[in-house]
């Protein structure tokens, strides 16, 4: 585009971050959770698009999302503003698929999504490492949801390293009825005095040596052990998927979506139709690593 060009329209799609394993290693003295998660990027996605507008406003296909300067996508358009000086506005309509409160980053990917389109929209020139530092002052999400390839996320998730080796996944996601609030779920777990720790370096050696065996082995949430209690039919669907075939499976983020890892799509397809009781949001998906050379 010459600079001269108005840009018209920015269409960015805004996948689903899945956590292959997570694990809370800490809290900081600000209240920061520290964390160590091996995520990658579903093909169940939300789409934003940017079109130009006097001001910033929103709109949204999906009953019950707010529009208003507490959507991340907002907050995300109002960070960019600020740090780089724009004066400039953007009319912003956001497609759902992505459920609301299942441990999926819906939210941070709409956010990260708001800062990578505005950040071309604007022709504002800024780096992923500095979308990524903007993007952790919103939420701990957002940085990996700008980047989307397989990555082990640490810190507050505001570091993110891209993994070179990892699996094509075969995946059946099923969210039940159930929402759970992540504070909720951190919460429960700093009362917790016996925690369950996932071996993230296990989970890497395993994505490394090509192990589908230890990976099954040593795939883990933290959060599982509070949100199993007090949601047993989280927990139940696990067990369900277990039984249909999945090699493993793990919840996502603080929940309530429980992911299963099977050997085909087709073997995932098969087990959908096990958990399809008119409640739950089910998911089959080949999940094709985007793996990006370091250069």
């Known amino acids: 585009l010459m600079d001269g060009e108005r840009m018209k329209e920015q269409i960015?799609?805004?996948?689903?971050?899945?956590?292959?394993?997570?694990d809370v290693t800490g809290r900081r003295e600000d209240g920061y959770h520290l964390m160590r998660m091996i995520n990658f990027s579903a093909d169940l996605e939300d789409t934003l698009i940017i079109k130009p507008?006097?001001?910033?406003?929103l709109t949204c296909d999906t009953r019950g999302?707010?529009?208003?300067?507490?959507n991340l996508v907002i907050k995300a358009a109002r960070c960019l503003q600020n740090a780089c000086g724009v004066d400039r506005g953007a009319s912003l309509q956001l497609q759902k698929k992505i459920p609301m409160q299942a441990g999926l980053a819906g939210g941070s990917a709409d956010g990260a999504a708001a800062l990578v389109g505005l950040n071309r929209f604007w022709k504002l020139g800024l780096s992923e490492a500095e979308l990524l530092r903007l993007g952790a002052q919103i939420g701990a999400d957002i940085p990996y949801c700008c980047v989307n390839r397989p990555a082990l996320v640490e810190g507050i998730g505001e570091k993110v390293t891209p993994l070179q080796k990892f699996p094509s996944l075969y995946i059946l996601g099923v969210k039940?009825?159930?929402?759970?609030?992540?504070?909720?779920?951190?919460s429960?777990?700093?009362?917790?005095?016996?925690?369950?720790?996932?071996?993230?370096?296990a989970v890497l050696k395993a994505l490394e040596d090509g192990n589908d065996q230890a990976l099954a082995a040593q795939a883990g949430n933290a959060f599982e052990q509070v949100v199993f209690p007090l949601y047993p039919g989280v927990k139940s669907i696990r067990d369900q998927m277990l039984k249909s075939g999945a090699r493993f499976a793990v919840m996502s983020g603080s929940g309530s979506t429980m992911i299963g890892?099977?050997?085909?799509?087709?073997?995932?397809?098969?087990?959908?139709?096990r958990f399809d009781n008119g409640s739950n949001v089910m998911f089959v998906t080949k999940c094709e690593p985007k793996i990006i050379e370091e250069k």
């Open 176 to 186: 039940p009825s159930a929402d759970i609030s992540t504070p909720w779920a951190f």
């Open 53 to 57: 507008g006097a001001g910033l406003s």
């Open 12 to 22: 960015i799609k805004a996948p689903a971050k899945i956590n292959l394993a997570l």
């Open 261 to 273: 890892y099977f050997d085909s799509v087709a073997a995932a397809e098969a087990a959908r139709d």
């Open 65 to 70: 999302v707010p529009t208003d300067g507490s």
């Open 188 to 201: 429960q777990l700093d009362r917790c005095s016996d925690r369950i720790h996932p071996d993230i370096g």
